[in-house]
Structure formats: C-alpha cells, structure tokens
C-alpha cells in the first residue's frame, strides 16, 4: 500500500479555510521543484579497458511511490596535459536502479555488483554486470541469510583482490521457533505440516538496535562465490552478542592467511538504540578464511579482537602496501556517554606473515583536540573514511570532517604526520570528497544557497614541492535545477555569525568560552523600505550533532518564500573541539536555551530580524529547544514548529531506545544510568524538560509527529501537545503513522515542509 502513496495523515487541530486551501496549491507546486532536487551520494573512479571511467549514483524523491528513487550516470573522463583540464563525458541520460538495494563496482571496475535485497520473504539477489550484460545471477533463500545490510552503519560489501569472492553483512536466518499442530499440540521437528492448518509460535523475545532497526535480525558475515558456484558461506566462530559490519579484506599476499577484517559492537546485555550513536563499544575484529570453504566446513577459526585497549574502533582501512591497518575510534564518546563526540584516528601495524599477535600496539594519529585556537584543526569529526583513501604515494590519506560549521575534505601524510586542508581556505561552501583519481580529488560541493554541485581537485606542486589542489568545476553540470528554482536560489546569500555567548562562567573551560557560530540565509535583494524578512530560527538535534553550511532542500524552500533563517550551532554541536561540546551534558535546556537566544538577540542587534516576525523550527532535541523556547521566552517567538520534539524526559526516559541519553545529558556523566530510575531522577528529569515551563507558553505551534518512532515515542509529543491545548494554546498536529524519528520519507518531508510554511505564513502575514 505504502508505495502508491496512500498514507494517511490525522490532524488534531482539523479544519481548512478557503484563503489556506489556495495557499496550500500555490505553495505546493514550489516545495515539489525543492523536494524533487537530486542528491549526489557516491562517486567511484577506475581505469578500465576503454579509459578511464567515472561512475556516480544518485537519489531523488519519488513523491507517488513515497520511496527514494536511485539512478547511476557514467561516463569517461579525459584530461588535457597542457593545461591541467578535465573533462567529464557523461553518458546522455541516467539509468535508475530500480530495486536496487546497492551496487558495489569491483576494484579494477570491470565489474559491477548489484544486491536486490528480498520483498516478502523472497531470494536476496547478487548481479554481476559486466560492461555490455549481466554475467551471473545469484538466488539466495531466506534459509541461508536474510537482507544485506546498506544500511551505512553495519553495511559492509566488500571484494576480494582476484574479484572471486565477495564479502558482506546480512541478517542472520531466522531462529527456530516453536510449532503446534492444528490441534495445539507441540510439534518436535518444528516442521509445517500446511495441509493440516500448522502454525507457529513467536519464540523469545531478542533485543535489536533501536530506531530504524525495528525487525532486522542480527547482522552476521557471509562470503560468497561469485567467480562460478554462487555457493555462500556463513562465516563462523563470531559470537552473537557481537553485531559485525564495515567488512573488508585482508590484504593478499604469497603463503600468507587470508582474514576478514571487521567491526563488531557489543549487544550481549542490552541492545541499546545505535542510529546516530557512536557511544556504542565497539572494536575492529579479525577472523580467518581458508582458501576453500569446503577444506574447513565444520571448523570455526578464533576471532581476534584487534583493538582491545581502547573502548571504540571502527572503519578499517589497510594502507596501499598491506603493512598497516588504520581505523576510526569514538572512545571519547564511549567513555564520556555522549551519544557522537570528537574522534580519534589510529593504527595498528598488519603482520606480513598473516599471523597475528595476542596483543597489537595502537598507535595514535590523530588525537582528540579540546580546546582548538583560533582558526586552526578543532579536531576530527569524520564518522566514517573512503574504501579506498589513499593517494598515489599510499602514505596520504583523504578523508572528510566538521570544521566549525562547514564540512572540509582533509590531507594527512601518515609519514610526517602533516594535515592540511585541502579544500579551499576561503570557502564556507562544505566539501565532501566522493572518490579519488590517483592524486586528483573528486568531491562534491554545496552551500546554503547553492545546490550540490561535482568539483575536481588536481593536485600541483610548489616550488619546495608542497602539495595543493587546484579546484575546478565540471563542466558539464551533473544535473540541473528547475528555472524556478534557479532563479530563486539566485537571489539569496548567506554568511557564518560569530556569537559572543552570555554569563561567561569561570567554571567552563577555554573552549566553552569562545563564540558559538549561526548561519544567516537571506534574500540579496535590498527592501525598498528597509525592513527584514521574516526570520526562521533553525535549532539541530542531537545534541551533539551539526547543521553544517550546505545544501538542505527543505530550508532552500523556506529561503526561497521569504525567510531569513538564522541556522544556530550552539556550544555542544560537532566541529568546535571536545571542551565546548562536553560543556553542554548536564546543562540541557539552560546552556543551549541561552547560545539560541542569544544567536537571536545578535541578529537582532545587528539588524537582521524583526523582532516581532521571529519563528523557531527544531526537530528531536532541537524540538527539545524548540518547545523549551516558546515556555521560557514566551513573547520572543510568533509560531514555532517541532518536529518528534523530546518534551518530557520524564515520560521518555522509560520508553525509548536510549535512555542512557535521557541520563547522560540531564546529568552530565555516565555514572547516574540505572534501568530503575529513582523518583530523584524523574524529579530532575522533569525540571530539565520542556514541559516544566508549559505554564507560561502562548506561541501557537505546529506538530510533526511519527507513529514509528523508537527513539522519542509519540506520547511524548502528545503529552505536551494535550497540556497546551488544555490551557488554550493553538497548535495544529500532523500525524505520519509510517514514519520513524526522522520523519524523512519522500511524502512526509514535502507534507511536513509545506504545512510549515502555511503556519508560519498564517502568523508572519506573508
């Protein structure tokens, strides 16, 4: 049913008049151009038999399927010697990837894997494409695993060097479960006997991972035979209270064992929500193969914990010439209880011999950064590392991290130690790098108010022999806006605020003391009688996440209709180094409050928002400070929208995925958590909540709130919600009964924005 489009959504406050009916058809025809704006997600570069050939897949909202649709363009890339051009020769039109669930190109690029994940209990399928046709077709029953994870967390497909083999993570088959006969009776084979009305029963109850994980059996590796057999190997000897992903190869090598390196997190005692937390344990494990999986079939070789000593290792990467093995680490996150944190990089040397020690040495990289100076590294924040990162020298890795409120692409000689920043100085566009041509980047680049757009950096040399790259555009454009939204896009600017923060504290430390940062987003045109836009008021979830200075559809949609919008990182956010985001747990709903009104008050000051036209938008902890806003300054803010917005800690804390978050952040440290919070807790937790100010709120405020959501359950919502329309308040509530904590899904983003801009127009007089 879902994918014709037919959800359905309950409006709580119902009711619409005829001036608001034809608001809703004019605005809708423009928040379609926005929504249906392509996304650039994954880029690969290889030299194959006909060039060198460059292949780019890309997603795109399909409104009436309700679904994201997937399309590759490709082409072959050619360069000018003379001087430094090149040129991307894209193939006319893109080829969508209907039910796809990833493709994956081998190493030498004359290969291509497609995984068709199972509908209904269906054959997983595995595709091989060579450059003119499919070669092979490989059904996999549900008997031997269930979906391949691509879920970018514990999604891991990766080829062998010899492209024989390919390994990857996928749920687990299905346990056994208990089984009756028509008669109730208990049946020892646990077989179905269909003609005489058997059944199943539901078995134990297991933990899963929370939001977004709803259903997903256990992650578990497999390798697959894709050179001939299809035959497919559960790989042994993991334990399950270790969840595996992010698999790759072992580097190959004449006489020595071959491994599958991995990443596992730890799920033996509780399985607590993983989606946008890094706190989770977790380490960088190895587990050897034979070269035949029939010589071995019933041994199951150890598995070695690689990093032992440290509380968090992820993303591995061996170096070009197999000596060492480089891998992310959250251990600041993991040992403080912050849900995502400043990381840390690492190595471990990777015997030649492929025998591996009871113990490895870890070797620091990169470390965390507290308190960063002034325009200098504030330390990495890259959540994950290309699958192959190295330049040509293979000791210089390129990698993608926070910066402040922009995203850059980042240089590190592993030799000397050396990082630099390799996108430009000057820009506050965010830089992603997508693949890498030998020592050439390909990255994709966007801003507030321009869309993402594909650039090429050629690496040149100066005179001591110092590298830099030399950034260009495409020339033929990947793809292209609407006119419409060209044109609107076109008269709209932006710039990064410095904010001073208030009631500057001797208590804080260094970094908590400098100032925050806002984006402003505003039209360039000047106003006849100098007066301000309307402002929009942005405040991010998390809290320990970013709104970085890139390309949001939604928010280029409310630029586009005449708003400012005022994007806040308050001190917590990612990019500003550990010592001002670790100032905020404990101060939840006062310290981010004060940066965000202060935020306001600078725009204000400086003579960028009118006062009386100021609306406020927050989803998840941002409708945290979003609800917290219109209780504690009650007469700053005309309307306010929030969005699965976390309103009583009190009442969550019992109910969602994380509520070691609920502690943490209310209390400032990992020591307080307990299954069995104490009625010391729920007091505190109240008294942090928004909902401990719902006395003094009168701004009138629009609901987004999903059915599905594991991570702040909707009664959260609803609580608040009853509680203001109690004492009189206006609100309007849009119920999306599909939908999880993200509220992402292609209809309910285009519902959810359109119906924002309605209600903050209604109250703006726009």
């Known amino acids: 049913m879902d994918s014709y489009g037919t959800d359905t959504v309950e409006e709580l406050h119902a009711g619409l008049d005829q001036t608001s009916e034809e608001e809703f058809e004019t605005q809708s025809k423009l928040i379609k151009e926005f929504i249906t704006i392509p996304s650039i997600d994954k880029a690969w570069i290889f030299n194959s038999g006909s060039g060198l050939q460059a292949m780019v897949t890309m997603s795109q909202a399909n409104l009436l399927a309700n679904k994201s649709r997937k399309f590759m363009l490709s082409g072959h890339i050619s360069k000018e010697s003379s001087n430094l051009s090149v040129n991307f020769h894209w193939a006319p039109f893109p080829v969508e990837m209907t039910g796809a669930s990833a493709f994956v190109p081998s190493p030498s690029g004359l290969k291509l894997l497609v995984v068709r994940n199972s509908v209904n209990e269906s054959p997983t399928k595995f595709e091989i494409w060579s450059s003119s046709h499919l070669e092979k077709e490989f059904h996999i029953p549900q008997k031997v695993h269930g979906s391949v994870y691509v879920d970018g967390w514990f999604e891991g497909i990766s080829w062998n060097s010899d492209e024989t083999r390919v390994a990857y993570v996928a749920e687990e088959p299905s346990l056994p479960k208990p089984t009756f006969d028509h008669l109730g009776y208990y049946k020892k084979d646990n077989c179905l006997d269909k003609d005489i009305g058997s059944w199943k029963g539901q078995g134990d109850w297991e933990e899963e991972w929370g939001e977004a994980y709803a259903g997903k059996r256990q992650p578990a590796l497999f390798v697959i035979n894709v050179d001939s057999s299809g035959e497919v190997e559960h790989i042994k000897g993991v334990p399950r209270s270790i969840s595996v992903g992010q698999v790759i190869w072992s580097p190959s090598s004449k006489g020595s064992a071959k491994y599958l390196v991995f990443s596992g997190w730890l799920g033996d005692k509780r399985k607590f929500g993983i989606k946008y ?20 079939a019933n041994e199951a070789f150890p598995i070695h914990n690689l990093t032992k000593s440290i509380s968090s290792g992820f993303s591995p990467r061996f170096s070009k010439d197999g000596k060492f093995l480089l891998f992310l680490s959250a251990k600041t996150a993991v040992d403080s209880g912050a849900h995502v944190a400043t990381e840390s990089l690492h190595k471990i040397n990777w015997p030649s011999d492929g025998k591996l020690p009871e113990s490895t040495d870890i070797v620091d990289v990169i470390q965390v950064v507290n308190c960063p100076d002034d325009g200098c590294f504030p330390g990495l924040y890259a959540t994950g590392l290309l699958g192959d990162p190295w330049l040509s020298d293979g000791r210089t890795l390129m990698l993608s991290s926070y910066w402040r409120s922009c995203r850059v692409i980042l240089s590190l000689n592993l030799q000397s130690g050396e990082l630099s920043r390799v996108s430009p100085n000057d820009s506050d566009y965010s830089w992603n790098v997508l693949a890498l041509d030998g020592d050439d980047i390909v990255a994709v680049s966007s801003s507030p108010v321009s869309v993402p757009e594909i650039k090429y950096g050629k690496k040149v040399l100066d005179p001591a022999g110092k590298p830099s790259w030399q950034w260009s555009n495409i020339q033929k454009p990947i793809f292209k806006c609407s006119d419409k939204v060209t044109s609107r896009l076109s008269s709209l600017q932006f710039k990064i605020l410095k904010v001073p923060i208030s009631n500057v504290s001797e208590c804080l430390t260094e970094g908590a003391k400098k100032p925050i940062e806002a984006i402003y987003v505003s039209s360039s045109k000047s106003k006849e009688n100098g007066k301000c836009d309307p402002l929009v008021v942005v405040v991010h979830g998390g809290p320990h996440s970013i709104a970085p200075c ?9 630029s586009s209709i005449g708003y400012s919008l005022l994007v806040v990182n308050y001190r917590g956010s990612l990019g500003f180094g550990e010592d001002a985001l670790q100032s905020l747990p404990g101060k939840v709903g006062s310290q981010d409050v004060n ?3 202060s935020a306001v008050d600078h725009a204000v000051e400086m003579g960028l928002a009118d006062p ?19 209780g504690q300054a009650p007469d700053k803010f005309v309307a306010a929208a929030a969005r699965n917005p976390v309103c009583n800690l009190a009442s969550m804390v019992g109910i969602t995925d994380i509520p070691d978050w609920c502690f943490f952040e209310a209390y400032g440290d990992r020591t307080h958590y307990t299954e069995a919070p104490s009625p010391e807790d729920m007091s505190r937790f109240h008294q942090m909540s928004p909902i401990s100010h719902i006395s003094k709120v009168k701004t009138p405020t629009l609901f987004l709130l999903g059915t599905m959501d594991l991570r702040v359950p909707i009664s959260n919502g ?49």
């Open 612 to 630: 009386s036209r100021i609306t406020l938008l927050g989803g998840s902890h941002g409708g945290f400070l979003t609800t917290h806003l219109i």
């Open 550 to 558: 890139s390309f949001s559809k939604s928010l280029a949609y409310l």
């Open 277 to 296: 937390c890094h706190n989770r344990p977790c380490a960088v494990y190895a587990i050897r193969l034979t070269d035949d999986p029939k010589d071995d």
């Open 595 to 597: 940066d965000v009104l």
């Open 718 to 766: 609803f609580q608040y919600v009853r509680a203001l329309k109690e004492k009189g308040v206006e609100v309007k509530v849009l119920v999306f009964p599909n939908d999880n904590h993200p509220l992402d899904r292609p209809q309910t983003d285009y519902e959810s924005f359109l119906n924002i801009a309605v209600w903050f127009n209604k109250y703006c007089k726009l």
